[in-house]
């Protein structure tokens, strides 16, 4: 497969049931998850599936392939009734379970092989060498046996495992697999690696791959070695194909073919997938003659053309790269192909297997002028047009809305079927109502997180001094990310809000006052602050580039946060457990939400049911336009899941939306925060209505050090043992301290690290300004931190931070989140339940490590875990810093390996600083 990176991706709500660009299969067959791929097959598990075919509900699979895809069974799968166990898209599930109600098939029968645990190659009249295409009509099966140069024809429908075909074609006998009769020319009775077949009617088709020709039987043969009738893609059935690709002249015409692997039909119209012309050939009527031309080419833009992924054919280019490399708009790329391997018809629609680019092209009329444009991509995430993550995975991680090289397709009526060998599955799309956009499934508290940037004025104010904000990149070829810029001359007697307020003004009225196409600005007058916020959600906002630059001999000073904006993360990346929202349209027909303290949530609202994997979910409310529910805690065995949503209409009628992905990680944050535009004010409390300080116990327990924690005069002590670890040292401390009932403070221990928390015993002021300090001996390799001087802080515990009752230095503060992912210790895990309140009363914590940044310092993470009595969301503990500046929207995130939250705002008064909290404005 080759690789190359477009910029493709039709999103968008349908009115009526069809595909759409980013959806996701909505089931799987021969895995147990869709991201399972497991390697050791019997006859519930396949291998690196290729060819499949449907007729009568009976679903026949190659278990092979000739791409390398690993393993290789050489078997033919007969699931007899698949949809009896394919659950209809409008169906109620049953609240069960079982992992996924999705993951469906067992085979009835298997044929090349004795039983389902064997793989052996064959040459038999029972056996096959990597076959790679089946067809059938319900009454007979052909195979395209593709190594031993064949093709096996059962007369009935199979009724025992290994049943011997009954015929065979390109060979004399079940004994005999020599290419083109051994000889270099073919013949009218000969096959040379066919790769695939199709019966319509009484006719069967076979694309003889390596003779770069389709051969065509007027009645469906009845003796050994019968000879076609007509042949297309060669002048006659003689005519000389090169032995190997490479040798071929690259001419591609009309009336020629290079490597065909499929030949398909609708009963009127004959497709045929031109591998190495990277082109889909359609001729208006079944041909009756030899070497008739095709009608119409899609993938090319004429009969003269082959190149793979042929943009120069369709657009005009937009200019090269910093690496030399040519770039031609997105769109061009839904008119081209590489190594397409499939291509079929349910009559109305074409669906095209693009197998180099890693997805199904969908044309929802079937093309009729050479280059027609794919209407519906299928199989793709982001902008990529080849799912290639990097070197050590070149096919990328599965999911349930992509694929890797798909070989090819099958229509049930209501289902597509998709091979897609790499990842060892089956992949069921199955068009719906009602659409979920692509990433339409989001971390319910972060939604969206923004990539945002600062520039801070300061210096001196002098009459004409000029700034330049430049924004985009100077060098970029589409007009939206080209360099824009914004200048401001200093006024006499001007102010720095006036600077900020100016350029404000300019960037949101620019572009015929549609604002600039990337950004949009707010101000922080407080900090003489800019603030630029990506008008994209998620990383790809990380790349958008600013600076600035000053008159000559300027006193004005103009600094920036970074050299591109920064923080934007993708919330559509979820962890199992968390709370999400599900954007979509006409998902209900009104607004209902579950009754307060409810357990567990209902798994139905307003007729509304949610499916993760086939697990029915637990919501927390419904609405026309959003759904709020819990991913399962059962989808951590997987790194994607098919979600979709089944609506009982009040008028009775049932629609179920198409299925979209939700990729899973292990935990990805987002906090609590009001509604509105990020970054928003977060639901911030304060920790407790008494004072508190904290202490760090850091440094190698060395046995005979001596930790002492000083409470304004009175000293506490705990000797190191033999054997001792930090916490033992942590916990004598505490038994020491809580031993004195006369001490004015009680201590414990926080929820994560080594840390030892002191609060006072007194509610209120009088318990602020107890002093709290250290001592260890000089050589002690034990280390004691007091992060408070005194304790402090005391407020009304659970409160709301607010502008009149503001954070202070050295607080303790709580936020709410979720998607932190699982929990530690074991005992922890137990009473994890999805849709139920969670009941364990001890200290758990995230398997993930939590750290903070409030304004861009680091706020100690003194406890995170999973709230007791709530669903899927977790307290965390900060204490900010002791010099944390006064503002009214003090910028803080949480983070877990690379993933950081959304960016809440919350005020913080600095008493050292003497300046009041005022104003409502954006962070810093």
Not at 11 to 30: E, K, T
Not at 849 to 868: E, H, I, M
């Amino acid at each position: 497969m080759r690789v190359f990176v477009g910029s493709l991706l039709i999103a968008g709500l349908c009115s009526a049931a069809d595909f759409f660009s980013g959806m996701a299969a909505r089931a799987v067959i021969g895995q147990r998850t869709f991201t399972a791929q497991q390697p050791v097959s019997d006859d519930a598990v396949i291998g690196a599936a290729s060819g499949i075919a449907f007729a009568n509900g009976m679903l026949v699979v190659v278990d092979d392939n000739r791409v390398s895809a690993l393993p290789r069974n050489n078997r033919i799968l007969i699931y007899r009734n698949i949809r009896s166990v394919l659950p209809d898209p409008t169906q109620e599930l049953p609240i069960s379970e079982v992992r996924c109600q999705v993951c469906v098939g067992k085979a009835d029968l298997v044929l090349g092989q004795a039983d389902f645990s064997k793989n052996e190659v064959n040459l038999s009249q029972r056996g096959m060498q990597h076959p790679t295409a089946v067809a059938t009509d319900g009454r007979i099966i052909a195979v395209a046996d593709t190594d031993n140069n064949r093709v096996l024809i059962w007369r009935s429908i199979p009724t025992v495992n290994n049943q011997p075909a009954d015929i065979v074609l390109g060979q004399p006998d079940f004994t005999t697999g020599k290419a083109n009769e051994g000889g270099q020319l073919p013949t009218q009775r000969s096959l040379r690696g066919p790769q695939g077949i199709w019966i319509q009617g009484n006719k069967l088709f076979v694309a003889d791959t390596s003779n770069d020709r389709v051969l065509i039987w007027r009645n469906i043969p009845t003796q050994n070695y019968q000879p076609a009738d007509v042949v297309l893609g060669q002048s006659s059935f003689t005519a000389h194909a090169p032995q190997d690709l490479s040798a071929s002249s690259f001419q591609p015409k009309a009336e020629k073919m290079l490597t065909p692997v499929s030949v398909s039909s609708d009963g009127t119209k004959l497709f045929v997938s031109d591998l190495g012309y990277n082109r889909v050939l359609i001729w208006n009527s079944i041909p009756d003659s030899n070497g008739a031309a095709a009608d119409v080419v899609v993938g090319q833009p004429n009969m003269e053309s082959g190149d793979a992924n042929n943009a120069k054919g369709f657009c005009a280019d937009r200019g090269t790269t910093k690496d030399n490399f040519t770039t031609y708009p997105a769109d061009c790329y839904q008119s081209t192909m590489d190594f397409p391997r499939y291509a079929l018809s349910d009559g109305k629609r074409l669906f095209i297997a693009d197998g180099g680019n890693d997805r199904i092209l969908v044309y929802n009329t079937i093309p009729t002028r050479n280059g027609q444009k794919a209407d519906v991509i299928v199989g793709q995430i982001a902008s990529n047009l080849n799912q290639v993550s990097d070197s050590a995975n070149p096919l990328g991680r599965a999911s349930s809305d992509s694929v890797a090289a798909p070989m090819a397709l099958a229509w049930d009526g209501e289902n597509l079927y998709v091979s897609d060998p790499f990842r060892r599955r089956i992949l069921v799309f199955t068009p719906g109502e009602v659409n979920v956009p692509y990433t339409g499934v989001r971390n319910m508290f972060s939604k969206d997180v923004f990539a945002i940037g600062t520039i801070t004025f300061g210096g001196t104010l002098k009459e004409n001094d000029e700034v330049t904000l430049k924004i985009g990149d100077s060098a970029a070829t589409e007009d939206n990310k080209k360099e824009r810029q914004y200048k401001y001359k200093v006024l006499k007697d001007d102010s720095f809000e006036n600077i900020v307020n100016a350029l404000v003004l300019q960037i949101n009225s620019s572009n015929s006052g549609a604002g600039d196409p990337q950004i949009f600005a707010t101000p922080n007058l407080l900090f003489n602050t800019l603030v630029l916020t990506s008008r994209v959600s998620g990383a790809e906002g990380n790349s958008i580039a600013y600076s600035t630059t000053l008159s000559d001999a300027a006193t004005l000073v103009a600094t920036t946060g970074g050299a591109t904006l920064s923080g934007g993360q993708d919330a559509a990346k979820i962890a199992p457990g968390t709370l999400v929202t599900i954007l979509g349209d006409n998902l209900s027909d009104e607004t209902v939400s579950a009754p307060e303290g409810i357990n567990p949530l209902p798994k139905e609202l307003g007729g509304v049911q949610v499916y993760f994997d086939g697990i029915r979910a637990p919501i927390l409310m419904v609405s026309p336009t959003e759904i709020r529910a819990q991913v399962p805690w059962e989808v951590n065995d997987a790194n994607s899941i098919s979600a979709y949503v089944r609506i009982k209409r009040k008028s009775g009628l049932v629609v179920s939306t198409a299925a979209v992905a939700v990729p899973i990680i292990p935990q990805n944050p987002g906090i609590l925060a009001e509604d509105g535009t990020d970054p928003r004010p977060g639901i911030v409390t304060h920790f407790s209505s008494n004072a508190t300080a904290t202490v760090s116990v850091d440094g190698t327990a060395n046995p005979g050090d001596v930790a002492v924690v000083v409470i304004e005069d009175r000293e506490y002590s705990y000797t190191v043992k033999e054997n001792d670890t930090l916490e033992n040292i942590l916990n004598g401390l505490v038994a020491a301290i809580n031993a004195n009932p006369e001490e004015k403070v009680e201590a414990f221990t926080a929820g994560v690290f080594t840390r030892l928390r002191l609060r006072a015993k007194v509610a209120g002021p009088e318990g602020n300004g107890i002093k709290v300090s250290t001592k260890v001996a000089e050589s002690a390799q034990v280390i004691l931190t007091a992060t408070n001087s005194e304790t402090c802080c005391a407020n009304s515990g659970g409160s709301r931070v607010t502008i009149d009752n503001p954070a202070l230095p050295g607080e303790t503060i709580v936020v709410l989140a979720t998607g932190l992912g699982l929990v530690n210790p074991q005992e922890a895990v137990f009473p994890l339940a999805t849709g139920f309140k969670y009941t364990y009363e001890g200290i758990n914590r995230p398997n993930e490590f939590v750290s903070s940044l409030a304004a861009a310092k680091t706020a100690n993470v003194l406890y995170s875990g999973l709230a007791p009595g709530l669903v899927g969301i977790y307290e965390v503990h900060l204490e900010l810093n002791s010099d944390i500046p006064t503002n009214p929207a003090t910028q803080l995130t949480i983070a877990q390996d690379i993933y950081v939250s959304n960016i809440i705002t919350f005020p913080v008064f600095n008493p050292r600083e003497g300046t009041t909290v005022t104003g409502t404005v954006q962070g810093q």
